[in-house]
């Protein structure tokens, strides 16, 4: 469907995506609520891009949303036991989107994100261990203990972040997207950003020189109904945030159900196809929840209350959603259900364990990193004093 | 030995480095089609074509950034600022992700950006146009900033910051760009941090960065005329990384130093050298450190008082002197 657009010239597409009608601004987050026009017909199952799933692709799907989870309420208990400072953000909730999104990627295809990294870096393949032991502030983390839960980064992974201001991070996605085009590879960026982003500047300014230049980026605006404590209607003009594209002449799609991990995949598929063979951007918004706070520090009761979460969960949980899915059609059986949590769990808690026992960084490292020439002084071409006292 | 000025010096130094290096690319507003708000690129897109030269929209916050995860991907991108006090439009850009990703990143990530326009007053175009953001930006561990002051350092210098693997801030100014002095034809490199000696003297050594620099020279051959006084003249083109070297030896030499910046006195790049003159060289010191800026207030536009806020012959000349008594 998304190929059938007639790019760039504002034309609407199917109303499985754009029928605003179907995506009221009401005062509870739209994503706990049905759609008044459901997708008829169809089946997330059925697209191309997931037919040809295998059985153990499936399981990798669930594996991998499972995994996200688990580890994140094993950094909550530490974080409430004060083994990591400063913020955590929860991506529970969230996680078909990053394991969706990601299992579509080539091997010319980036992503970026903003703080709420854990479950992208997972997805992209990071380790626990080196992600929690970042989180615990230790030299074994990914970023050296110096970026911290906010700031994960693997560019041998092409994940370049984990960046910690609202928005900050789309140009930089922006300019990954322009670098693919410039060297004439067949790649895309994924540029993730919260429904908070989509107010900022730089956000707009990124949407305007991906449309001008045709940058194979995808804008993917994953809409969790609040930026911090502060719902959309209350913080975000128009009908709907991707239908913002428009003004810039950009594709742009809203998937009601970023729940469903296959229903992220069917779309951003089509999305990345259209980067890739036309070097077209577009802004895809999915609807999403958190059940986290949006740092877990930060109350939660303030805007919003207990039963709309349970209500979400009760329905539109993704693992929950995907496991039922896959336990009918016999991918999955309750034992391997089981055997997958306890494996994620004891994962985690292996993180966590290696997080303790890892060091923190020593003094001198505080200025290691800080410029590639002092830290191959062999290569070092400038003189005079870099750092000083 | 060929005399060209400033402008051309830059545009031979982005010239030469685009022929080198397939990852270089000139971007910002009106570089390509327009020949360059100040002319700089003149002649390069049709040189280069419009993959190397890329006319930018009015939108600093959208394509320095572009610009700096461009970097990350290995491109080295020269992003030109009309003026840099435009800067501040992307001062998230440039001081939270050019700056910190290597850090945050441990060490995983470089940021090979230049970012380059002219950083100064005395034009006439008021306190927006009129930024000397040196200070600013050198505070920031992860950037280096050069400031050239003569046609000869700003090619030797560019080539090494679009070589660098760090960001650096190019801080260029619009009343040298027409300034011409021998330049030899041809490869050379300025290292960043080397700073330059342009007149050696016994009395007192004035130091400085920028166009500061050509009027300290003047007031050094005033000095000399009027008063016999042998004053040393030190060039830093380099803020960070810094010369701490020349400047104390020159320092331990003369007994006295007065630094000269077009910046405000707040912070200043002279209150860091003054400290580390203090810190380092406080026994050969034969009076306080004294340092001449512009008047502590925004860029004034009304054109005679401007050239009064500005530093001037006249007031280093006088500063010297204050100095020397």
């Known amino acids: 469907m998304f190929a059938d657009l007639s790019l760039n010239n504002g034309t609407l597409a199917p109303h499985y995506y754009f029928n605003l009608k179907a995506f009221p601004v009401t005062k509870k987050p739209s994503s706990s609520k049905k759609p008044e026009v459901t997708n008829l017909g169809y089946d997330a199952r059925q697209a191309p891009i997931n037919i040809k799933l295998g059985q153990d692709e499936k399981i990798a799907l669930y594996r991998d949303m499972v995994r996200i989870r688990r580890f994140e309420e094993r950094c909550l208990r530490s974080y409430q036991q004060g083994k990591i400072g400063g913020f955590l953000h929860l991506y529970i909730g969230q996680e078909s989107i990053a394991v969706g999104c990601t299992s579509v990627m080539g091997k010319d295809d980036h992503i970026i994100t903003a703080y709420r990294d854990h479950g992208h870096a997972l997805a992209v393949g990071m380790g626990m261990n080196e992600m929690m032991a970042e989180n615990y502030g230790k030299v074994t983390g990914c970023s050296k203990g110096k970026g911290g839960s906010m700031h994960y980064f693997d560019p041998s992974r092409n ?224 003189v005079g004093a870099l750092f000083f006292d | 030995m060929p005399v060209i000025t400033y402008r051309e010096a830059l545009r031979a130094a982005m010239s030469e480095e685009i022929e080198r290096d397939p990852n270089v690319v000139l971007m910002g507003e009106e570089v390509a089609q327009f020949n360059g708000a100040y002319k700089i690129s003149e002649g390069m897109l049709a040189k280069y074509g419009p993959k190397r030269i890329v006319d930018t929209p009015i939108s600093e916050a959208g394509f320095i950034g572009m610009g700096v995860g461009a970097a990350m991907l290995g491109l080295r991108p020269v992003m030109e600022l009309m003026f840099f006090s435009f800067y501040s439009v992307a001062f998230d850009q440039i001081f939270n992700n050019a700056a910190n990703i290597r850090y945050m990143s441990g060490g995983l990530i470089n940021c090979p950006i230049v970012i380059r326009g002219p950083a100064n007053g005395g034009t006439n175009v008021g306190a927006t146009h009129s930024h000397t953001p040196e200070s600013i930006a050198a505070y920031h561990p992860g950037i280096k900033v050069v ?69 300290a020279l003047k007031a050094a051959d005033l000095l000399k005329e009027k008063h016999n006084i042998n004053a040393e003249v030190v060039d830093l083109r380099s803020i960070r990384p810094l010369d701490v070297d020349t400047i104390l030896n020159s320092v331990k030499k003369t007994s006295r130093c007065l630094y000269v910046e077009e910046s405000k006195p707040f912070c200043s790049v002279g209150a860091m050298v003054a400290c580390l003159i203090s810190d380092q060289a406080f026994d050969y010191l034969d009076a306080p450190v004294k340092r001449l800026t512009s008047i502590d207030a925004p860029a004034i536009y009304s054109p005679p008082l401007e050239k009064l806020q500005l530093p001037s012959v006249e007031r280093i000349y006088q500063a010297a002197l204050d100095t020397l008594k």
């Open chain 2, 147 to 215: 400031v050239p002051s003569n046609a000869y350092d700003a090619k030797g210098l560019m080539k090494s910051a679009i070589r660098d693997n760090d960001p650096v801030m190019f801080l260029e100014n619009t009343i040298l760009y027409g300034e011409a002095c021998e330049v030899p034809d041809g490869e050379y490199l300025v290292p960043l941090g080397k700073a330059s000696v342009m007149r050696a003297g016994t009395d007192i050594s004035i130091i400085g960065h920028g166009r500061s620099i050509q009027l």
């Open chain 1, 159 to 382: 994940f370049w972040g984990g960046h910690g201001i609202v928005g900050g991070q789309i140009p930089l996605g922006t300019g990954l997207a322009y670098a693919l085009k410039y060297k004439g590879l067949k790649g895309a960026c994924m540029a993730f950003m919260g429904d908070g982003s989509v107010n900022q500047g730089a956000v707009h300014e990124s949407y305007n020189l991906a449309a001008l230049w045709s940058l194979p980026v995808i804008f993917i605006i994953e809409n969790n109904g609040y930026s911090m404590g502060t719902s959309q209607e209350r913080s975000s003009a128009g009908p709907s945030l991707a239908q913002r594209a428009e003004g810039y002449g950009m594709n742009w799609a809203i998937i009601e159900d970023g729940h469903d991990v296959l229903a992220v995949r069917d779309q951003v598929g089509q999305a990345l196809k259209l980067a890739h063979d036309k070097s077209l951007p577009s802004v895809l918004e999915i609807r999403t929840y958190r059940y986290r706070g949006h740092s877990v520090a930060d109350p939660d009761t303030t805007y919003r209350d207990k039963a709309e979460i349970e209500a979400y969960k009760s329905t539109k949980d993704p693992l929950s959603v995907f496991q039922l899915s896959l336990l009918a059609e016999q991918t999955l059986t309750t034992e391997l259900i089981q055997k997958i949590d306890e494996s994620a769990r004891a994962e985690a808690e292996t993180s966590a364990q290696f997080a303790e026992a890892s060091p923190y960084p020593s003094l001198e490292d505080i200025k290691k990193d800080v410029y590639w020439e002092i830290d191959n002084p062999a290569d070092r071409k400038s």
